[in-house]
């Protein structure tokens, strides 16, 4: 065997494959051209067994990701601005307590001053994520199409029910469902997948 068939070989295994490996090189230096045409020529060389989602399971996916990305996001700017709000307040009611300078100085100094009490804010009011989900169920159909329903009270009428069946703690009001049904049906017809109306009983 000499350098020049090594070469080859190395050559053909990384251009052509997935490089070498063991002794390849060595089983090929012989013949590398040889070799490549045979390994091209064996049925389903170029075959790759991959199971791939089909395009309604993808774009559900990619609905799901969308939609809970979307309610994190939401969730995260309402506790921010809830923290503001409690901050602001605490700042308010710190200010409104303060008393004149005068008397601050002709009080005692203490030892150690108070911590200001801060107030406690509301907790998030609903599962939004589960509610997303509920609304996403509507709109594709037993095929798993995509088939948003021309009137989008049908969707808010069918959410409404099935929350209400769960024994949520609190109650989510039709505005707020109508709001978000919107959002979730304006995300879906975003989707790269073909869309099939569904009429509306």
């Not at 008393?99 to 002709?106: D, F, K, Q």
Request: with cysteine.
């Amino acid at each position: 065997m000499n350098t020049r068939g090594k070469e080859a070989a190395a050559l053909a295994l990384h251009r052509f494959g997935f490089g070498a490996s063991r002794d390849s090189i060595t089983a090929i230096a012989a013949d590398p051209r040889g070799a490549l045409l045979s390994d091209l020529d064996r049925p389903g060389a170029g075959f790759l067994a991959v199971k791939l989602p089909s395009s309604a399971a993808a774009a559900r996916a990619v609905s799901d990701f969308r939609a809970e990305e979307q309610a994190k996001s939401k969730l995260a700017q309402r506790a921010k601005k809830e923290a503001e709000a409690m901050g602001m307040a605490s700042a308010s009611d710190a200010a409104a307590s303060t008393p004149p300078l005068s008397t601050l100085m002709s009080m005692p100094k203490p030892s150690e001053p108070p911590l200001p009490q801060r107030k406690r804010g509301p907790a998030n009011r609903h599962d939004w994520h589960t509610i997303d989900g509920m609304i996403m169920r509507c709109c594709f159909d037993a095929h798993g199409r995509l088939a948003i329903p021309e009137k989008e009270s049908r969707i808010v009428e069918t959410v409404l029910d099935e929350y209400a069946a769960r024994d949520a703690p609190v109650h989510i009001s039709e505005s707020e469902l109508r709001e978000a049904v919107r959002r979730v049906c304006a995300e879906l017809r975003k989707a790269p997948i073909p869309l099939k109306k569904k009429r509306s009983r």
